[in-house]
């Protein structure tokens, strides 16, 4: 394991921010701490930097207790949302600068800053000032900053979060490559479960001040530990007392069987590739998304009678009390 925390409580005024958490974060995989806003993930990814001092517990980084250690001597490379670049100095001069302080020659910044600048696609940029550059490359910069002194742990404060949706994703791509590259172990907070699904080798789900569930994202998705994972983690419906996902529902129009519970279509929505289907039975309303494909073999349209059951062998969340149109 490279990060060890160990029942870190951390207290602002009586607010309890984390409360009792425990993690193993694994050597030279990328790892996500997800949840909801306020729930405690970057005062984690703070403590594990030293940035900020848990009231109580361990963390321990690479077998070196660093509980007590100054972010300097933890040897950690830091991004934030909003990347404070030293605005005066080129893109080079910004990568190079924590190898400048510590007094490397001159040649070996030079060729390790080459180096970087083609890792994170900045080559031709390397002479211009960061003002000079988009949102997306400003971040990839700071990544090349916090590389450049080699640490044995990158911890990245929603690195992508001030970009827009579509720079956020491609962002999020390279980091995945860029990872898979440089094999540094790295811990990114995010509060976007699509993000993490897609790039994490491992997700902390940070829920009110403790851990939810840790898993890989296969595990999180198709097993959640309650309900609150399951809600997070995609979109979920209920049918009777279970809480699924659109996708794992089926329709079908036959006689009635004792599996199915029976409804009548009443909203037909086609996003993108997908058809959401919402079927009111008795007492709810039943989300139900189908591929086009299967949508159109049905052959129903809103007001037909149809049958909804849970698709074989899928997770069902715990039971729920019914009530009309919590879909
Ligand atoms: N320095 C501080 N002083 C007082 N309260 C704080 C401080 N830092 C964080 N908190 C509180 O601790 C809680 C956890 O904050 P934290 O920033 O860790 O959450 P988060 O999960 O990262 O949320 P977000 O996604 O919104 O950044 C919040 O309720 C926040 O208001």
């Given at each position: 394991m490279s990060i060890?925390?160990?029942?870190?409580?951390?207290?602002?005024?009586?607010?309890?921010?984390?409360?009792?958490?425990?993690v193993s974060?694994?050597?030279g995989q990328l790892t996500a701490l997800l949840g909801p806003s306020g729930g405690g993930k970057s005062t984690l990814l703070r403590i594990i930097a030293g940035?900020?001092?848990?009231?109580?517990?361990?963390?321990?980084?690479?077998?070196?207790d660093a509980t007590n250690l100054p972010p300097q001597k933890r040897n950690v490379g830091f991004v934030f949302q909003h990347y404070a670049a030293f605005k005066h100095l080129s893109v080079r001069r910004n990568v190079a600068f924590g190898l400048e302080i510590r007094k490397r020659p001159k040649d070996e910044v030079r060729a390790r800053v080459d180096e970087l600048l083609a890792l994170v696609h900045l080559r031709?940029?390397?002479?211009?000032?960061?003002?000079?550059?988009?949102?997306?490359?400003r971040q990839r910069m700071a990544l090349a900053r916090a590389l450049a002194v080699e640490p044995t742990v990158l911890l990245l404060d929603e690195p992508f979060g001030a970009l827009d949706a579509k720079v956020r994703k491609e962002l999020r791509d390279w980091l995945r490559r860029?990872?898979?590259?440089?094999?540094?172990?790295?811990?990114?907070?995010?509060?976007?479960q699509e993000e993490a699904l897609e790039v994490a080798d491992e997700?902390?789900?940070?829920n009110e001040g403790r851990v939810e569930q840790i898993g890989s994202p296969d595990e999180l998705y198709d097993q959640p530990a309650n309900d609150f994972v399951m809600r997070f983690l995609g979109p979920v419906t209920q049918?009777?007392?279970q809480l699924v996902r659109p996708h794992d529902l089926q329709i079908h129009t036959g006689t009635a069987d004792p599996a199915a519970v029976t409804g009548?279509?009443?909203?037909?929505?086609?996003?993108?590739?997908?058809?959401?289907?919402?079927?009111?039975?008795?007492?709810?309303?039943?989300?139900?998304t189908l591929t086009r494909n299967e949508f159109l073999s049905l052959g129903v349209q809103t007001g037909d009678t149809v049958q909804v059951q849970v698709a074989e062998q899928v997770h069902i969340g715990a039971a729920y009390p019914q009530t009309l149109g919590a879909a």
């Open positions: 060890e925390i160990a029942n870190v409580t951390k207290r602002f005024g009586g607010f309890v921010a984390l409360d009792d958490v425990s974060i694994p050597s940035l900020e001092q848990a009231d109580s517990g361990r963390v321990t980084i690479e077998g070196l031709q940029f390397a002479d211009r000032l960061p003002s000079q550059l988009s949102g997306g490359q860029l990872h898979d590259e440089v094999n540094v172990t790295t811990v990114f907070v995010t509060h976007d997700i902390v789900v940070i049918l009777g007392q009548r279509i009443t909203r037909v929505t086609r996003i993108g590739f997908e058809i959401r289907v919402e079927v009111t039975t008795a007492d709810q309303i039943v989300t139900v």
